[in-house]
Nanobody
Framework: HVQLVESGGGLVQPGGSLRLSCAAS????????MGWYRQAPGKWRELVAT??????NYADSVKGRFTLSRDNAKNTVYLQMNSLKLDDTADYYC?????????????WGQGTQVTVSS
């Protein structure tokens, strides 16, 4: 049974930092893409940052502030969020495209809340 397990999130003041983690657990899979999306109240879910093969894509709104990294041995990605702004407040969802027996499948984490507030 393959699943994504998220950790991190919480309440932080503007200008502060948080780190989110997402681990893909289970057996017999390979990672095609993995990263984070977010959804603020009343808004569509949007891409934050994601690895696709050897490239990393960031939303323009987070470039220079957020850094996506990965530990391939642990099937884990980390989102380091610095210089957080009020507009970063949202539910953050880990997303992955995993190949299971050569079939690509999309997985979502349960979501973790990030609140930026003074």
């Amino acid at each position: 049974h393959v699943q994504l397990v998220e950790s991190g999130g919480g309440l932080v003041q503007p200008g502060g930092s948080l780190r989110l983690s997402c681990a893909a657990s289970g057996n017999d899979f390979s990672i095609g893409a993995m990263g984070w999306y977010r959804q603020a109240p009343g808004k569509w879910r949007e891409l934050v940052a994601t690895f696709i093969s050897d490239s990393t894509n960031y939303a323009d709104s987070v470039k220079g502030r957020f850094t996506l990294s990965r530990d391939n041995a642990k099937n884990t990605v980390y989102l380091q969020m610095n210089s957080l702004k009020l507009d970063d407040t949202a539910d953050y969802y880990c997303n992955a495209i995993l190949y299971i027996m050569t079939t690509p499948r999309t997985f979502w984490g349960q979501g973790t809340q990030v609140t930026v507030s003074s």
